[in-house]
T-cell receptor
């Protein structure tokens, strides 16, 4: 089974703190993603990466950055956390290609971040 | 851009059938997914449609009409454990990413 592991399940941080959310996948997937999920807004893509050291902005990249130094690890960074970044953050991975195996995204368990 | 619409909430009775609709507008369509998400948990993959028609997988079926920009998820013989949010997601756009609807929260009642 594909396993996507997010390092922290629940975090509480203060406004202005730097926050790291770590994600590791064990299926040698090229593609990795960070989403945030908010009530009434659904899942929104923050950043994604198609390869090591590559990153692309998603729909809502402002206030976030990412790092992909190794294929299995994709980190989300909040340089200076703000209260409007309180949310659930979901990491995901997939392999490239066509068809169901190449398109299915597998999610981690989620990280609940509260910024006070 | 992408636009995905699905009802916010639905309620159905245990043992019944329920259909959750999804309409979408996207450029470069490359597949439609349905995910199930229980409260406080990650979404899990249910189904994938890229061609028109019905895909059946046990109690769950998913239908796609690309010309109408329409899909539905059909759940048969509803069980209490089917109470969850159901997310419609479309793959498309220039970067071929996955775009999610806001989800339909289904409540199954006895």
């Amino acid at each position: 089974d594909v396993k996507v592991t997010q390092s922290s399940r629940y975090l509480v941080k203060r406004t202005g703190e730097k926050v790291f959310l770590e994600c590791v996948q064990d299926m040698d997937h090229e593609n990795m993603f960070w989403y945030r999920q908010d009530p009434g807004l659904g899942l929104r893509l923050i950043y994604f990466s198609y390869d090591v050291k590559m990153k692309e902005k998603g729909d809502i990249p402002e206030g976030y950055s990412v790092s992909r130094e190794k294929k299995e690890r994709f980190s989300l960074i909040l340089e200076s956390a703000s209260t409007n970044q309180t949310s659930m953050y979901l990491c995901a991975s997939s392999s490239p290609g066509q068809g169901i195996s190449g398109n299915t995204i597998y999610f981690g368990e989620g990280s609940w971040l509260t910024v006070v | 851009g992408q636009n995905i619409d699905q009802p916010t909430e639905m309620t159905a009775t245990e043992g019944a059938i329920v259909q959750i609709n999804c309409t979408y507008q996207t450029s470069g369509f490359n597949g439609l997914f349905w995910y199930q998400q229980h409260a406080g948990e990650a979404p899990t993959f249910l189904s994938y449609n890229v061609l028109d028609g019905l895909e059946e997988k046990g109690r769950f079926s998913s239908f796609l009409s690309r010309s109408k920009g329409y899909s539905y998820l059909l759940l048969k013989e509803l069980q209490m454990k089917d109470s969850a949010s159901y997310l419609c997601a479309v793959r498309g756009g220039g970067a071929n990413n996955l775009f999610f609807g806001t989800g339909t929260r289904l409540t199954v009642i006895p």
